[in-house]
């Protein structure tokens, strides 16, 4: 995947003119001389953040995200869009397209720049949808291709068993942790696998995946897998929760902005899902950077010099704990934050209770990760989709006519690439600060109280936008 991103995003860096040597990956903007240093993006950032918090404090004395003011759309499109027409559209659509990333994956050409299976699923399915999911809702939930199959294949087992036997339950306490190992393991596949961009690798893994989910919907149901276990249905449906489109029944409305993620239930597993979204996206960042590079060399010295493993494995091992590291980190940071709060509030809460109850306010942090990393990974390697269409396979085919299509790397300079990533991070955390301050008065009551409470949790907010910004600085120096 690094050297998928370095061939699109990477070259568009050192094609804008910039003067960079080399670009890292996943399109981080090169070394660029901007106008403004690095250190006042970051000092400027923080301010914006304290001056939010304090803004809250005082104009915000009341919760106003705890009732969503739900809206249904008028009833004929609301029968329109929640029609079963569209879920079978949207579903073989789905299918369509997991069919082809296997197919093109085994059988098209093993290159990640030639075949469209790399692109469609790190850059198409991986990036893609999260700003359709925040700006359209849980349109994942009708393209999910492995939930239209699970569906397709109860309908049918009914119709040939008389009394098909029911699923099990889902245990409470497995909670999120499948949707965490799952998006661990993807992770793993994106940055530490040294083949995982390869076109085959991603047919192998999506078929992998594919068996063990069928396998947990048998088990458990497709739609209570895709609530709980299955990782892309809750990750995008997680971002799906910051758009204002809401789905009841067949009934789709317009609630309050911000009001679905405030109305998270949570649960088990939930915090270390935050710290999987956060900490993969960090770690990308971080290994793209000198100074773990640097700080790599001992290790891997050792693993090779002394322990006699191979070159590749050592890297793979040196990656693989930077990964997990990186991730308990993110989770640590937040439980000290929550560890600061005071207990107490309705209902005497703990600390455990309270890390469940603010945990909703990382994912507008995890989007600020994702936007601010990728956007131009998925602005310029997006471009690709134009021949990989015409030619999926990577055989020579000109099927659409567009085999000769070319990405354009002048689409967006490297300077305002930047701005745009500080605006993400900035933006992100504002929106986290928001929804808990409105948590806190909720939990609270007395908006002092709840303002003071939050002293904790504006360090965290700091602390993760500090980091984004270091880590976004050191990958464009590289």
Known sequence: MRRFAGAGAGL?????ALGAER?????????????????????????????SFVLLAVAWRRPKLQDAGWRPLPAGASRLLTSRGVELVGGAIGVALLVLVVYAGLFGADSTSANIAPTLVYVVFWLGLVPVSVLGGDIFRVLNPWRAIGRA??????????RPSAPMDYPARLGYWPAVLGLVAFGWLELVSPNGDRPSTVAIATLFYSTLTFSAMALFGTERWCDRGET?????????????????????????????????????????????????????GLSAGQPFNDAAAAPLAWLRDDLGIAPSPALQTVFGAGLILMTLAAGAFYRLGVAGTPTGGEGGRSHRRLAQDFVHTLVPIALAYVCAHYVSLLLFQGQALGYLASDPLGTGLDLLGTADAAIDYQLVGAELLW?????????????????????????????????RSQYPLLVVMVGYTTLALWLLAQAREG
């Open 12 to 16: 568009a860096i050192a094609v804008t």
């Open 23 to 51: 670009a890292d990956a996943h399109g981080l903007v090169g070394r660029a001389d901007l106008p403004i240093p690095d250190w006042l993006f970051t000092w400027g950032a923080v301010a914006v953040l304290l001056v």
């Open 153 to 162: 294949s109860g309908w049918l087992f009914s119709r040939i068993a008389p």
């Open 232 to 284: 892309f249905s809750v990750y995008f449906g997680l971002f799906a929760r910051l758009s204002p489109w809401e789905r009841r029944s067949h009934r789709l409305g317009v609630r309050r902005p911000l009001s679905g993620l405030a109305q998270w239930p949570g649960g088990s597993g939930s915090v270390a899902l935050l710290a999987a979204m956060i900490g993969i996206v960090s770690f990308d």
């Open 419 to 451: 701005y745009l990533q500080v605006a993400f991070v900035v933006i992100g955390h504002v929106v986290a600060l928001v929804l808990a301050h409105d948590r806190a008065l909720g939990i609270f009551g007395d908006a002092r109280a709840a303002t």
